[in-house]
């Protein structure tokens, strides 16, 4: 897709925002160039919000002013990337996304920053590269135990610091029981990836957590002691 292009689907998603959505937002500026995620040099930012707070006695738009800002070279080089890469998605979730961020500064919620944080977070975890732990606690909790980050579904098990785990492990996934043997060396943490033989719409991540006492966990933090942090992948049955 050529930059004429681009920017022409762009503000006709724009245009289609309920004007109450956009209250506050000052425009929609699009960008010929490209911009690497500051925390992730290797990941293009396809969009952002830019906020400023004016100060005010009074909340609301009139003090919350944002633009959102949308990247063409970022989108070009990830779409090269991709052989699946939809422009038009991509364009729509992106301007929607950053709308949204615009939203939750009115409401002086940090809701999608918290969201944004367990993505970059779990794509740091699958390229490699050190990660926070807990990151999945801060995505959507579908149920108790289970947090959805983007795509991927971490259900965490814990299990008693001292004790033995079972040599199985036993869960409920899209309505179905099923079972995984335990990978041995669990450490403190396993993300243990959980690999189906068919096409699904989400990955599913056993996140299994070995339980610590309130002790050990003050010592281990006097010690500067970082958890040990093990990757497995195993198929279940």
């Known amino acids: 897709m050529d930059f004429k292009e681009f920017e022409r689907r762009a503000r006709r998603v724009w245009d289609e925002i309920p004007a109450e959505f956009r209250e506050g937002v000052d425009g929609l500026v699009v960008e010929r160039g490209a911009r690497f995620h500051p925390a992730l040099p290797d990941t293009y930012t396809l969009g952002e919000c830019l906020t400023e707070s004016y100060p005010s006695e009074y909340d609301g738009p009139d003090n919350v002013r944002s633009i959102v800002v949308l990247y ?5 080089r990830v ?24 939203l939750e500064s009115l409401a002086d919620e940090d809701d999608l920053e918290e969201v944004d ?5 779990n794509f740091k975890r699958m390229a490699g590269e050190p990660f926070d732990p807990e990151f999945y606690r801060s995505g959507e909790e579908i149920t108790p135990g289970m ?7 971490f259900l965490e098990i814990s299990y008693p610091r001292d004790a033995e785990p079972r040599p199985w492990i036993e869960f409920t996934w899209q309505g179905e029981a099923r079972r995984v043997r335990t990978p041995a060396g669990l450490g403190d943490v396993c993300f243990l990836q959980i690999v189906e033989d068919v096409d ?7 996140v299994l957590v070995r339980r610590r006492s309130g002790m050990a966990a003050l010592r281990d933090w006097l010690r500067k002691r970082p958890p040990r942090i093990v990757q497995a992948e195993a198929a279940a049955e």
């Open 72 to 76: 063409y070279d970022s989108f070009r």
């Open 79 to 102: 779409a090269a990337g991709d052989p699946d890469f939809d422009w038009k998605y991509e364009i729509w979730e992106t301007v929607t996304h950053e709308i949204r961020h615009h």
């Open 117 to 121: 944080y367990a993505a970059d977070e």
């Open 147 to 153: 947090f959805e980050v983007e795509d991927d579904v």
């Open 200 to 206: 699904s719409p989400a990955s599913l991540c056993l």
